[in-house]
């Protein structure tokens, strides 16, 4: 997992492999979208949904797990409850907003504490 620097030494997250796919799908199905937020699940399972310039839903939430049909028996009980959450992170679209911008957006997503 690649985590680049930005001038600000704030780490920025890099998607995985399996999930640059997804995200390029959520983005093109998007079209106000600035990015994709990204959610990982203890048990392997993603959320994903694209978001607005403003913080708000620009597509519904896809939940999806590499490899598998479906997502796992758990998250098909709590829908991936925020206590199972082991990452998360937004996936910019070029080009990306400024620094202030994408601060409030993660926040109003993800919550202060990322």
């Not at 997992?1 to 890099?14: C, E, T, V, W």
């Not at 399996?18 to 998007?30: K, Q, Y």
């Not at 048990?43 to 049909?69: F, H, L, Q, T, W």
Request: glycine share 8%; proline share 6%.
């Amino acid at each position: 997992m690649a985590n680049k620097q930005h001038k600000g030494h704030r780490p920025i997250h890099s998607p995985e492999k399996g999930e640059l796919a997804m995200i390029e799908g959520i983005l093109e199905g998007s079209p106000d979208a600035v990015g994709v937020a990204v959610i990982r699940l203890d048990c392997g399972c993603r959320k994903m949904a694209a978001v607005d310039k403003n913080g708000d839903p620009a597509s519904k939430v896809i939940m999806y797990r590499d490899n598998a049909e479906s997502i796992c028996p758990l998250c098909q009980q709590d829908n991936g409850d925020y206590m199972r959450v082991v990452k998360q992170f937004i996936s910019w679209k070029s080009p990306e907003p400024d620094t202030a911008t994408q601060a409030m957006i993660s926040s109003k997503v993800l919550g202060s504490e990322q």
